[in-house]
Each structure stands twice: as C-alpha cells, then as structure tokens.
C-alpha cells in the first residue's frame, strides 16, 4: 500500500513538472528570465517615442535616460554590468518621472516597464 502511494504522488508530480514550466515561459507579466513580450502597436503612444529616440541617439528629455540599469531584481536576462540601459517613458500627468521605463541592450533588444521594474515585456519589432 505504501509503494502504491508514493508512485500515485510521484507521477502525479511528474505530471505537474511540465504544466508548471510551460506556464512561467508563458506567463503574461515576464516571470525569471524569460520576459513576456510586447508589439510596438501594444506601447503607449510615448514608449514609440521613447523607442524613436533610443534609435536616434536621443537628444532624451530627462537627465537621466541613457544611463546603466543594473537589473538588481534580475527580471531580465542576467547580462554584464553596462549592458541595460534605461529611459524614461513620459507619463501624462504625473509630475515627476513618473513608472514607465524602456531598458535596451544593444538594438533591438528592448523591455518596456510600465510599473518601475516590477515587469518587463521585450518589445517585438
């Protein structure tokens, strides 16, 4: 009776072992290392700007777009120090920098942040 149960929990477990990973590559708000994606026609209006102007090579409007994302939460793919940087995506009506971020490695590897690092969807051109 014992050896029937724990082969019940085991193939029960081994059944759950490859739902459960199917479900993080594929969970909506970019689990671990593998972030979920996003359209250009999904961004806000201004994330296409902000993207506009990565690709230019600015000029930005805020001192701070441009400089090295650390990744401290290790949301994105774990890169060298320097790889991400970050820029601000306006956000109406707020009076400050507001939440929403765009963090690019080398072009065209961009994240969209819309809630300050807490998600990440890579932008899919």
Known sequence: MQYSLRLFWLVLLMLCLPSAAHARSHHPHGIGDLPASI????????????????????????????????????????QSRGFYHEYTVPTPGARNRGARRIICG??????????????????RE
Do not use: M
Not at 106 to 123: A, M, N, V, W
């Open 106 to 123: 080398p072009l065209p590897e961009c994240y969209y942040t819309g809630d300050h690092y807490q998600t990440f969807s890579r932008i």
């Open 39 to 78: 359209t250009l026609s999904e961004l806000p209006p201004q994330g296409r700007a902000t993207l506009q102007l990565i690709k230019q090579g600015g000029p930005f409007p805020y001192a701070r777009d441009g400089v090295v994302f650390g990744n401290f939460e290790h949301r994105l793919p774990q």
